[in-house]
Structures are given as C-alpha cells and as structure tokens.
C-alpha cells in the first residue's frame, strides 16, 4: 500500500495512492495511519494525484537517524554488534518533498546527492532483536541524504548533513516492500550517478532498525536513512536530481542556491 501526505487546497491531508503511472488516484484518508493504524477509513474523496501538492510523506518526525559508509564492500555482518556503523543525525528541520527544492548554501562547494532507502518506523521501538526488527517498519520511502562534503574536514557530520532542505523524503511510504534486495538510483539531469542493491550493504536493513533502536527509543514516523551506494557528483544550481528505489518509485528535486 502506497501512504502519501498532501496538500489539497490550504488542507493537508494523507492518502492512499492507487492506479499506475498512467493514472495515479489519491483518495483522502479520515486521520494519520502513522498513529492510527492502515485500517483507517477513506472518506470518499479522491483526486487525480497531479491534482494534488505531494508533501514529504512523514509529518514531523522526532529524529532522523543516518548510517555511512554501509555500501563500502566490506564484508557484511550479520549483527551490529560484530562492528559499529557510522552514525549520525539530521535534523527534522531539513525534511522537504517532493518537487521542493535543495538550496544550495553560500560558500559550499561539494554538495552531493545520497540515493538512500528509508525505513519509516511505525511503532514505539527501543532494544529490540534483529530477527523482530522489520516488525517495526511502518513501510520505506525514498530519501535523498544531501551533504556538503567539503564541511566534513573536521570529522563532524551535523553541520555538512543538517542544512534546511538536505533531506527530500517521498513521494510515498511503501508498506508493502521486502527491503533486502532492492535497487537504489541517483540520477543528476537523467545520467545515473550512484546505483546499488540493498543486498549489497554491510549492514542490513533489520541491523540498522536494531542498531538505532539500541541507542535511541525510535517513535512512529521516525526516519532510519541506510546508506547510498558508491558513486559522487557536485549539485549545481538548475539542475534536477532524481532519487528512485525499485517498488517504491522516484524523488524529484531541483536544485538552486540560497539566497
């Protein structure tokens, strides 16, 4: 099941999004089925989905929890406790949606994409077992893990990942997904700059949800990004950047500078 969040006149409402690429509908859901569950009512009310103003699919999450270095070909582990991910926050600040646009901030020089799979966790979540991990998972989404690269000479991760706009979430949650074998793109103005498969991570999906879960006590609608696979490219402004994850769909951002 495809969970969106829009915008439909001065109202924000979430919906489930059915039909093809060809004829996408959203019908309007009675409530958030982050905090109320997927059996939540329509309430009769759909749209064409180009009628509507796509939002980041989460509204507000408490933290978003990041993980480097996860595509690097190291061998994999099973456990999270065979070796520490890199790890590292965003602030909920830096969420935008689809269509919005990644500012480039003055005096950067490197800003990169990160084509990521993002866990959306749906329940209440601390110490949990590997094996029970992706009972957690409300669904996954698509996310763009913005980094200026050029600020990460000191070591520090927050300020080089934490800018307004680094995080583009959408255009949907998939509840449905099986997240250990899927393809992650990124895409600069059509030409493809990073792809790889979950399968090929060091750490997988239900080692990170365990990993986080370990530190933090995780909250519905919390954001677990699991890393990007190899491949670099500078943002420039006026460009178009399109992040896509098999069985989810793509994210589309343009890019331009702050002023």
């Keep these: 099941m495809r969970i969106a969040r829009a915008r439909i006149g001065n109202e924000e409402?979430?919906?489930?999004?059915?039909?093809?690429?060809?004829?996408?509908?959203?019908?309007?859901l009675?409530?958030?089925?982050?905090?109320?569950g997927l059996s939540i009512a329509r309430t009769g009310q759909e749209l064409p989905?180009?009628?509507?103003?796509?939002?980041?699919?989460?509204?507000g999450p408490t933290k978003i929890v990041g993980f480097g270095k996860n595509?690097?070909?190291?061998?994999?582990?099973?456990?999270?406790?065979?070796?520490?991910?890199?790890?590292?926050?965003?602030?909920?600040?830096?969420?935008?949606?689809?269509?919005?646009?990644?500012?480039?901030?003055?005096?950067?020089?490197?800003?990169?994409?990160?084509?990521?799979?993002?866990?959306?966790?749906g329940t209440r979540t601390h110490r949990i077992q590997h094996s029970d991990a992706l009972d957690h998972a409300f669904g996954y989404t698509v996310v763009n893990d913005v980094t200026a690269k050029d600020y990460m000479t000191d070591g520090h991760w927050t300020r080089p990942k934490g800018y307004d706009t680094f995080c583009p979430v959408g255009p949907w949650i998939e509840t449905?997904?099986?997240p250990r074998d899927v393809m992650v793109q990124g895409a600069v103005d059509g030409?493809?700059?990073?792809?790889g498969s979950t399968a090929d991570m060091v750490l997988d999906v239900a080692g990170l949800i365990a990993y986080a879960a370990d530190i933090f006590t995780l909250e519905p609608g919390d954001l677990i990004l699991?890393?990007?696979?190899?491949?670099?490219?500078?943002?420039?402004?006026?460009?178009?950047?399109?992040v896509s994850v098999d069985g989810i769909g793509e994210?589309?951002?343009?890019?331009?500078?702050?002023?």
């Design 191 to 195: 030409v493809i700059v990073q792809r």
């Design 49 to 59: 989905l180009e009628n509507v103003q796509l939002l980041a699919p989460v509204a």
């Design 176 to 178: 449905e997904l099986d």
């Design 30 to 36: 009675n409530g958030d089925p982050l905090h109320a």
């Design 71 to 121: 595509f690097t070909g190291a061998p994999k582990v099973t456990s999270w406790r065979e070796g520490s991910p890199v790890t590292f926050l965003k602030p909920p600040s830096a969420v935008i949606g689809p269509g919005e646009t990644i500012l480039l901030p003055s005096g950067a020089r490197e800003v990169e994409l990160e084509a990521e799979l993002a866990v959306v966790i």
């Design 13 to 28: 409402h979430f919906g489930h999004v059915t039909g093809s690429e060809k004829g996408l509908l959203f019908h309007v």
């Design 226 to 242: 699991t890393g990007s696979p190899p491949g670099r490219t500078t943002l420039v402004a006026g460009q178009k950047v399109t």
């Design 251 to 259: 994210l589309i951002n343009p890019v331009e500078l702050a002023r």
